[in-house]
């Protein structure tokens, strides 16, 4: 059977002005790291929305809150390394997750959210939504963030 163009579907791409973006507020405190950041990263990429395009950014902004009472499973805290490098011979820094957790703790949430996005100009677009604080307190109530609670996997 032959159909002609005018009986096929169409898909049909959202423009970028009808593109509704929300705000959310999610609390770390006594959540799983990788858990909550798969949950953040899919409401940065927008996959919660019925308008969803993959090659688009259709995501909300997410502030997370209280970084510094993620926790780890099993002995992650002594054992995770996270490792950077300056560029310059022998300039490879390696921290635990222990150490890092007492110096900066949103470089964790940020560093796990980051690796589950697009690695590519998209990712970066999608990153730049994300807002991580290491207290309760954040400067983006004029947005009136939505509280968002995900289930806690105790």
Do not use: C
Not at 79 to 101: C, D, I, N, W
Request: hydrophobic fraction near 35%.
């Amino acid at each position: 059977m032959i159909r002609h163009a005018g009986a096929m579907n169409k898909t049909s791409i959202p423009s970028i002005d009808l593109i509704n973006r929300q705000w959310y507020l999610v609390d770390a405190a006594d959540q799983t790291l990788g858990r909550l950041a798969t949950q953040v990263a899919s409401l940065l990429r927008g996959k919660n929305k019925p308008n969803f395009t993959p090659h688009l950014d259709t995501g909300d902004f997410v502030v997370v809150v209280n970084a510094e009472k993620i926790r780890v499973t099993g002995n992650k805290s002594e054992q995770k390394l996270y490792r950077r490098h300056s560029g310059r011979p022998g300039g490879m820094k390696v921290e635990t997750f222990q150490a890092l957790q007492d110096r900066l703790p949103e470089r964790i949430v940020e560093k796990a959210i980051k690796g589950m996005l697009p690695h590519n100009a998209l990712g970066r677009q999608l990153f730049r939504k994300l807002k991580v604080y290491r207290g309760p307190e954040h400067p983006h109530a004029a947005q009136s963030p939505q509280n968002l609670k995900f289930a806690s996997d105790d």
